[in-house]
């Protein structure tokens, strides 16, 4: 297992890496603290992601609908599919993601993490900058998530 990473509201650990799976996933724990969103409502143009839900809810908005994914839940998006997250919960929320081919990997986090100051506050240029180094296609202009998938 690796160490946990920090981003935001967000805390990865990661359980499998491509490298130690033959560049075939990533699989990684995630726990999302109340109020805390993925920022940007993006789309992953190279893997498919698939969500598994642990406890507490996070809703997700995918393509056309939102999903409110809690403990049992899975759901799968493919690449190329609009998304967006937040815990909108007064609780935090744990859940498992699964990133076929595995290209991301602990270090999409660790660059995140340089993106945030020491109150918390996102550098969104930054953000960005990171997200397009690693296959994750910001969606802009200042669309929400609502608005991005309902165009």
């Known amino acids: 297992m690796y160490e ?8 990865v650990t990661f359980l499998k890496t491509a490298y130690d799976m033959h560049d075939k996933l ?3 724990e995630a726990t999302l603290a ?12 190279d ?9 507490g809810i ?5 393509g056309d609908r939102d999903m409110p994914i809690g403990r049992g839940d899975k759901v799968s998006i493919k690449r190329g599919t609009p998304h967006f997250y937040m815990n909108e919960e007064s609780v935090p929320a744990r859940f498992m993601m699964l990133h076929t081919p595995g290209l991301m990997g602990p270090q999409y986090f660790r660059d995140l993490a340089t993106c945030f100051d020491q109150e918390g506050t996102p550098n969104l240029d930054c953000v960005v ?19 991005v998938v309902h165009e």
């Open 47 to 55: 893997y498919d992601e698939i969500v598994f839900g642990m406890n």
């Open 129 to 147: 900058a990171v997200m397009m180094r690693y296959g994750a296609t910001p969606l802009m202009h200042g669309q929400t998530a609502a608005t």
């Open 58 to 62: 996070v809703k997700w908005t995918i």
């Open 26 to 28: 990533d699989l990684f």
């Open 4 to 11: 946990t990473i920090r981003v935001g509201r967000l805390q």
């Open 34 to 45: 109340p109020g805390g969103s993925s920022l940007i409502p993006h789309m992953h143009v």
